[in-house]
């Protein structure tokens, strides 16, 4: 009977998937291949993975292979989340714009790879560069708006050892800035510029270091050397025509554009015996009178990406209008240089011999944009046009490969939709891991749950351990990410709270009862500090026409316990991480009494956490003084 039963039951499970319930075979398929990127509840994820915020200035931080969001780092925009933007010190740095435009987050090294210590971010709008300081997630240092440059698409690049970052100018404009030209003048008047930006090997901070002018190309991306090519920068240019007006057409004439190969070891060598003008107080050389600092190379035809394999033996480059990416052989490169095998020049600076340079065209497809290596000797190329990824295999190429390089071609896969960048972890180093591809679309159409006519961005994860790519997950961010930077989550050391010992802030108060309020004219100085689940001081009086300062410590030593401050109707919200001291200076310009409280849910009693701030009319008499119980009134010079 029970093997009669049982046959009855399996019998009918047959039926039941024969007649299509269940998921489908696809859909399974997809499920398993889920589980590659399953991270359990309470573990983490192997690898950061930072996207830039194009547009919302920002930086996403997600996991991978998890691709789940974890936080957002403001950059170039305020944030309320996290307080940026409110307090002195960040209020000074964001100067005043309040975005940015974020394209190519570009991670520190140390010998050619990733050590984990700073995240450089360039702002494409407003000329700027930006430092974010891994330990604990936090912008520390906004340069710019750059000196005789404007765009800077073309960073953040980094160097072998993080020696420089470089910039290309996406713009040319008459120099020094805030000159005028007329646009008819273009090709005399306008000057393009690649910029070198130090960085202190102790503190991050950086500084521009010298610049190199070139005719009015618009820069587009850059890629550093390593190895044979450490001392090498390389950038594309997608309008050597030196048009002004309908790039869409009069930039796309030449059948090849010029991309530059800087030497930057020479450009620091020509510094150094003077060979450069100073303008807008920055050392520019102009390589027309610096003999190796610049070569141009044709490249094929408008092309944007242009990135360098992880020997440093070969730079490839794509043009968006020729189905098919160039790779270039950095020792026939040196060899020409070396030789001054060229092929002609433009506006005095040298032109590689693209025959003797190039290694071989790939026909990878149409609309090539970036190309990402694996470490194991392929290359993954983004098609904007055709929405795919080619991975392909890079020289040495066999004597049948080199004679059809279709033959180079090993897989492709399709993407939901237009691709833009595509990442690789440490592509950009010598140790590429070389295990997931996170392809960056945009105009996802039908990919998310319908949100309005506005999309978000979609990232598309692909598996490429084995010989053929597959796409596993799908995940959304906000705008909009250009590109992003994967690195091994154990070279990260993200501190848990700011230590009190190393708070060197003057205005730091541990005690509540060092807490004061200290009056000097029409300035009061608020020595506070936030603890569970309190301020103190916790009432201050003040008078319309006050200028009132707050310095307020977090006194909490237990990560995660952060407080926030917010003013009422006074635009004002600070977030303070434990052991932090923070600087808020306000104006006051009505009267009334004003709220203040924290924003942060810090403990059961956070909405105990409140205080309040009475300001009398101007001409009432008496000084500023606090009601609180602990914290006390030190002076009060009328
Ligand atoms: S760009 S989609 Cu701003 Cu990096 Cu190539
Ligand atoms: Cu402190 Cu809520």
Known sequence: M??????????????????????????????????????????????????????????????????????????????????????????????????????????????????????????????????????????????????????????????ENTEYIMVGTRFSIPLPKGRYAPISEYEKEYSGMLTAIKVDPQTGEMSVAWQVLTPPFDWDLSSTGKGPSHDYAFFTSYNTEMAHTLLETNASQLDRDLGAVLNWKLAEKAVADGQYELLDGVPVIDPTKAPGVLHFVPVPKSPHGMDTDPSGKWVVASGKLEPATTVYNVEKMLQAIESKDYSGEKLGIPILNFDKVAEGVVPVGLGPLHTQFDGKGNAYTSLFIDSQVTKWKMPPWTDEERANLEKAVLDKIDVHYNIGHLVIGGSDTREPYGDWLVAMNKQAVGRPLPVGPELPETSQLIDIRGPKMRMVAEAFTDKEPHFAQVIRADKIKAREVYPKDENKDPNAVWALEDAKVTRDGDRIDVNMVAIRSRFVPDNIEAKVGDTIVFHITNVEQIPGLGHGFSLNEHNLNGVLDPGETKTYTVKLDRPGVFPFYCTVFCSALHQEMQGYLAVKPADETGSAETASAEGKTVSSKP
Request: hydrophobic share 35%.
């Open 2 to 159: 029970k093997t009669i039963a049982s046959f009855f039951a399996l019998a009918l499970t047959s039926a039941i998937l024969l007649t299509g319930c269940g998921p489908s075979g696809a859909d399974k398929q997809a499920a398993g291949d889920a589980s590659l990127t399953f991270v359990p509840p309470g573990q983490h994820d192997d690898y950061y993975l930072f996207y830039s915020g194009g547009h919302s200035g920002q930086v996403f931080v997600a996991g991978l292979p998890s691709m789940r969001h974890i936080v957002t780092i403001p950059v170039f925009t305020p944030f309320p989340g996290k307080g940026y933007g409110f307090d002195d010190k960040s209020r000074a740095m964001l100067g005043n714009f309040t975005w940015g435009d974020v394209h190519h987050p570009g991670l520190s090294k140390t010998d050619g790879n990733y050590d984990g210590r700073w995240l450089f971010v360039n702002d494409n709008a407003n000329n700027r560069v930006a430092r974010i300081d891994l330990s604990d997630f936090k912008t520390k240092q906004i340069l710019g708006p750059l000196p005789n440059s404007s765009g800077s698409h073309a960073s953040s690049f980094i160097t």
